[in-house]
């Protein structure tokens, strides 16, 4: 008897699938709708941090002073690495500044491929304009060096001062080097060689999250997605696309679906900003709101003797007290819809303080229904 390897999907082959695929993208965009590429990240599609220390030179004066010690310390290691040697207490940094460099190494990349990097002072450099980073090397989080980094700095200011006076533009002690590191080790992962895949959401909601699962399942035409928790996916690679990925993740991540969240306003008392989201609403409830002003002056009467006069000058402080309080009707209010409670909020003539202050008394009234977040 002639056995037969079981195909997952045998009614269905790779351009059958991916016929299916372009199909479902290409139906009518639903409301709100977005890609799916821009509510969610996908397992293995990550940066890597970099960090380095190292050495900015060609600095005119702006560098580290005299008592930064680690930028000395630094000099010395160098200028001996390459054979020179000097006495310590004799070398001065100002055209020398200690920096930290940073940067972020995409899973693809590969030795020979470049990376943009960050470079912002450690010490006390007023200035890193004209400055030119030393090569460093740039370790990640296990310790190993993934990349190097050495170039002239970009900055997007200038800092220019003298006895009397200064001028500065932006900040003048971080600048990068566009394509200023070379990789020189790849991360050992290996994309297409996967098997499953894990989508997170960039929020956590079952709706959204559900929403997104029963897409993909249509898409592919079979329950290869479910959804684990909350906020995260497991999503099983085909067979006809093991060993080929990217086809198959240009065509997800353009997938779009409806995301949906919890009603929430969110409030910034430092600004007097109040966003309020799409899912609030509000109960009926009466409000009347007005403003109490108390304005307190303070001012001295000095009373003098007369000329001559064995009498003493007096001085009599006074205080003056006003209160003003705005008398306004109450107002009936119903939000069904976000549009209903603006136009209420409108029509009691709520500035963006008083707003906030409407809307805490609401939310503890039961009347709102949304949460209220303060930043």
């Known amino acids: 008897m002639t056995a037969y390897r079981r195909n997952p999907t045998p009614w269905l082959a790779a351009p059958?699938?991916?016929?299916?695929?372009?199909?479902?993208?290409?139906?009518?965009?639903?409301?709100?709708?977005?890609?799916?590429?821009?509510?969610?990240?996908?397992?293995?599609?990550?940066?890597?941090?970099?960090?380095?220390?190292?050495?900015?030179?060609g600095l005119a004066g702006t560098g580290d002073k005299q008592g930064s010690s680690f930028t000395i310390q630094s000099m010395v290691n160098l200028l001996d690495k390459?054979?020179?040697?000097?006495?310590?207490?004799?070398?001065?940094?100002?055209?020398?500044?200690?920096?930290?460099?940073?940067?972020?190494?995409?899973?693809?990349?590969?030795?020979?491929?470049?990376?943009?990097?960050?470079?912002?002072?450690?010490?006390?450099?007023?200035?890193?304009?004209?400055?030119?980073?030393?090569?460093?090397?740039?370790?990640?989080?296990?310790?190993?060096?993934?990349?190097?980094?050495q170039g002239p700095l970009t900055l997007g200011g200038f800092s220019a001062e003298g006895q009397a006076g200064q001028a500065q533009k932006n900040i003048t002690t971080v600048g990068i080097i566009p394509n200023g590191a070379v990789v020189e080790r790849g991360v050992p992962f290996e994309f297409n060689q996967q098997d499953s895949m894990t989508i997170h959401m960039n929020a956590a909601d079952f709706s959204t999250t559900n929403a997104v699962v029963d897409k993909i399942n249509d898409a592919l035409g079979d329950r290869y997605a479910k959804a684990v928790d909350i906020s995260t996916i497991k999503f099983t690679v085909p067979e006809e696309f093991r060993?080929?990925?990217?086809?198959?993740?240009?065509?997800?991540?353009?997938?779009?679906?409806?995301?949906?969240?919890?009603?929430?306003?969110?409030v910034d008392e430092k600004t007097g900003t109040v966003v309020l989201g799409r899912g609030v609403r509000l109960s009926k409830a009466a409000v009347a709101h007005g403003n109490l002003h108390i304005v307190i002056s303070e001012g001295a009467q000095v009373s003098q003797p007369a000329p001559f006069g064995a009498g003493q000058t007096v001085v009599t402080p006074t205080t003056d007290i006003g209160v003003r309080e705005e008398?306004?009707?109450?107002?009936?209010?119903?939000?069904?819809?976000?549009?209903?409670?603006?136009?209420?909020?409108?029509?009691?003539?709520?500035t963006p303080r008083d707003l906030i202050s409407i809307l805490r008394t609401l939310k503890t009234a039961g009347a709102l229904h949304a949460d209220l977040e303060v930043i």
């Open 243 to 266: 060993g080929n990925l990217v086809p198959l993740m240009a065509s997800l991540e353009t997938i779009e679906v409806s995301p949906d969240s919890r009603a929430k306003i969110v």
């Open 327 to 350: 008398n306004r009707r109450l107002m009936l209010m119903e939000g069904a819809t976000l549009s209903e409670l603006v136009d209420g909020l409108n029509a009691i003539g709520a």
């Open 82 to 149: 390459m054979g020179v040697a000097v006495d310590q207490t004799k070398l001065k940094p100002k055209n020398v500044a200690a920096v930290m460099v940073t940067a972020q190494m995409p899973a693809s990349s590969r030795p020979g491929s470049r990376l943009d990097i960050t470079v912002s002072s450690l010490g006390d450099a007023s200035s890193l304009l004209g400055g030119v980073l030393l090569m460093t090397p740039l370790s990640g989080v296990d310790g190993n060096v993934y990349a190097i980094g």
């Open 16 to 57: 059958t699938l991916a016929l299916m695929l372009a199909l479902v993208l290409a139906l009518p965009r639903p409301a709100g709708a977005v890609r799916l590429k821009d509510i969610a990240s996908f397992g293995g599609v990550r940066n890597n941090q970099l960090v380095g220390y190292g050495l900015v030179v």
